[in-house]
């Protein structure tokens, strides 16, 4: 099924930016503090890879290069460097892998509050980017038109921590969970949990 927008000549390319920036994704991760220096200003998508041991029982491709990491989360992004730094690696509020991180890591008792939706107190925010640092690695690929990059690659691995764009099967329920018990956490004044 092709999407109404693409011409049948355009197949083929979408097809070789998909696969160029699965090589890209797939080459060795490297830390945040690495990664952070070298990220530029362009679009493209992205991915987080760690051990089994982080968040064990979600399934991951495993990485090439490196077997031992696994990846867990696919994004895309308008300015790579600007969703990594100011989203990813800052507030709760704009970023889906900050707050489903929190969600699974609810033992680790990350605690919420509403503004115009659930964040994390500063203090937690500074805590799970901490946690970030030391359990998560990046690697990511330069696209020009990275939403259909992400959505074909997405389909394709099934990242564990993505929910968007996944075929229903390959959801993972502990994710759904965690992600409904962080909006549930915290709400404005008056308003009951979802059902």
């Known amino acids: 099924m092709t999407d109404p927008g693409s011409r049948p000549a355009d197949l083929p390319a979408a097809r070789a930016r998909a696969?160029?920036?699965?090589r890209l994704l797939s080459a060795e991760p490297v830390g945040l503090?690495?990664?952070?220096?070298?990220?530029?200003?362009?679009?493209?998508?992205?991915?987080?890879?760690?051990?089994?041991s982080v968040l064990p029982g979600l399934?991951?491709?495993p990485n090439p290069h490196v077997p031992s990491l696994r990846m867990l989360y696919l994004?895309?992004?308008?300015?790579?460097?600007?969703?990594?730094?100011r989203n990813h690696l800052r507030r709760s509020g704009s970023s889906t892998l900050r707050r489903t991180l929190a969600g699974l890591l609810v033992?680790?008792?990350?605690?919420?509050?509403?503004t115009d939706r659930v964040v994390l107190i500063p203090e937690d925010e500074a805590r799970l980017t901490a946690w970030m640092y030391a359990n998560l690695r990046l690697t990511w690929a330069q696209d020009a038109e990275p939403a259909s990059v992400e959505a074909t690659l997405v389909r394709r691995l099934h990242p564990p921590l993505n929910v968007s764009g996944v075929d229903?099967?390959?959801?993972?329920?502990?994710?759904?969970d965690a992600k409904k018990a962080y909006n549930d956490s915290s709400r404005p004044a008056g308003t009951s949990p979802a059902p």
Do not use: F
Request: aromatic letters at 10%; proline letters at 5%; charged letters at 20%.
């Open 107 to 114: 033992s680790e008792g990350y605690r919420t509050t509403w």
């Open 19 to 22: 696969e160029e920036a699965l």
């Open 168 to 176: 229903p099967e390959h959801v993972q329920a502990a994710v759904v």
């Open 33 to 52: 503090d690495v990664a952070v220096k070298r990220l530029g200003r362009a679009s493209g998508v992205y991915a987080w890879w760690a051990a089994p």
């Open 59 to 61: 399934p991951g491709m």
């Open 75 to 85: 994004g895309r992004a308008t300015t790579l460097r600007g969703r990594i730094l």
